[in-house]
């Protein structure tokens, strides 16, 4: 490197050393500063619903934030799935948070389901590539761009308890490297206490037997390290929704009132609703969050910036700069012009040698036919040149005779006169 200064390489821990403070400075109130602005810019979650129509989805949300998002029922005819985001500020004490919902619309509605999935991953590619492209700007401003980036998928399971569809297998197989899969049962109060127990233990193997990584609540932050373990063995959650209250005591609850009796949403002897509403709320939102970021959207980045042709190492495995790559590939590009300029300069070359061999020939041909004209002419003229002599001498000789006969009828005419003379006189 040019200019470059010689630094005595020494381990990071040598040249770290350690010192003691002799008073308070107050960098320990760096944690509060974060908080504090934290708190000061709100925050973002987004969220996909993926399931079949009727699954409760919307009854969920409502449930999941206590609020009333006010979406409509979707119809089970939709030709193709749409993807629909709702933008919602909330407010819980002094924390503001952006929540937007993403609905599937007419998920697994179609006779042909294969590509049900696939408007889920191009929604979620593209919220990458949104991001990506404001990166990417010489004059970024991330802090201002709408994240629209998925943090958390749920996914509902249909309660038959015979295990997974294979739509289910088959999206969230392509879902798990590009978002944090949660799946859940849905309406879980129509599947019985014995057979959930085995519709879970089923969906786990089914999940583990097809290679499909779901998103586990983390282990490695040891306040929440026990809560996430034991809540890892509980999942796939088994949920109910509600948009119903009930009074229990002197407090009104979400439940769901049957013939036989009743289901209370928040009760986690009916259903798992607490497990997840802590899990994804109240636990686990900022790492899924940050797994959203730092996995999820890394893989997606680094995918790009590798179609792009950028890479961190060169043909022979050395590390190259993003810099000497794009120098690179202008200079290949330009290379490249240049070849193909040449090759049509080439080209031209040769088309128009073409074009005057062609014309040459053309030449050619017309003074063949010029000549043979010309001595069809001279022939011609030639002929008739004799004719006309011939002619001429023919008059000539017309005309000589003609005075010749026309002398000889001068004398015989004397004669005639003679012999009449002779007559007359006998
Ligand atoms: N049994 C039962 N029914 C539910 C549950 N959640 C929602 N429903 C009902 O299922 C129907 C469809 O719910 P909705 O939330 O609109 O489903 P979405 O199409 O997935 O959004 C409604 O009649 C809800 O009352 C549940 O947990 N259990
Ligand atoms: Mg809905």
Redesign the pocket.
């Known amino acids: 490197m040019a200019g470059g200064v010689d630094v005595e390489k020494t381990p990071m821990e040598e040249q770290l050393r350690q010192l003691k403070l002799s008073g308070h400075v107050g960098f320990d109130s760096l944690p509060d500063q974060l908080v504090s602005k934290s708190v000061q810019n709100g925050f973002v979650f987004n969220i996909m ?1 993926i ?10 949300m409502d449930s999941l934030f206590n609020t009333n998002f006010e ?1 409509s ?2 119809p089970h005819s939709l030709p193709s799935v749409k993807l629909k985001a709702h933008t919602y500020e909330l407010q819980e004490s002094s924390v503001r948070l952006k929540l937007t919902i993403v ?1 599937t619309v007419g998920y697994g509605d179609q006779i042909n389901k294969e590509d049900s999935f696939k408007s889920v991953v191009d929604y979620i590619d593209s919220q990458f590539e949104n991001f990506l492209q404001e990166e990417l700007k010489i004059k970024r401003s991330l802090s201002s761009h709408n994240d629209n980036r998925i943090h958390a998928c749920l996914y ?1 399971i249909c309660p038959t308890g015979h295990g997974l569809k294979s739509i289910d297998l088959v999206c969230m197989k392509k879902l798990d490297q590009k978002v944090n899969i949660v799946p859940i049962i ?5 599947i019985s206490k014995t057979e959930l127990q085995k519709f879970k233990s089923k969906i786990v193997a089914e999940l583990e037997n097809n290679g499909v990584h779901i998103y586990e609540f983390p282990v490695d932050d040891e306040t929440v390290s026990e809560v996430n373990s034991t809540m890892n063995s509980h999942t796939p959650f088994a ?5 119903d209250f009930m009074r229990v005591g002197n407090k009104m609850v979400r439940a ?1 009132q049957y013939p036989w009796g009743t289901v209370q949403v928040e009760n986690e002897a009916h259903c798992d609703f607490v497990k997840l509403r802590e899990m994804l709320i109240r636990t686990n939102m900022e790492d899924m969050r940050e797994k959203t970021h730092c996995r999820h959207y890394e893989l997606y980045r680094k995918k790009r910036l590798e179609q792009m042709g950028f890479s961190d190492v060169d043909a022979d495995n050395k590390p190259i700069s993003f810099q000497q790559t794009f120098e690179t590939k202008r200079s290949n590009h330009l290379q490249e012009l240049q070849q193909k300029e040449d090759e049509m300069r080439q080209m031209f070359v040769v088309r128009v040698k073409e074009k005057e061999a062609e014309l040459k020939e053309a030449e050619k041909d017309l003074h063949a036919k010029f000549d043979k004209l010309k001595k069809d002419h001279t022939e011609e003229k030639k002929k008739i040149d004799e004719n006309r002599k011939k002619l001429e001498d023919e008059i000539i000789e017309y005309n000589r005779r003609k005075t010749q006969y026309t002398q000889m009828g001068n004398s015989h005419h004397t004669l005639t006169l003679g012999i009449g003379k002779y007559l007359h006189f006998a």
Do not use: H, I, Q
């Open positions: 619903c399931g079949e129509t009727g699954l409760g989805k919307s009854t969920l979406s029922p979707s609905d509902f849905a309406k879980a109060d129509t949920v109910v929704g509600s948009t769901r």
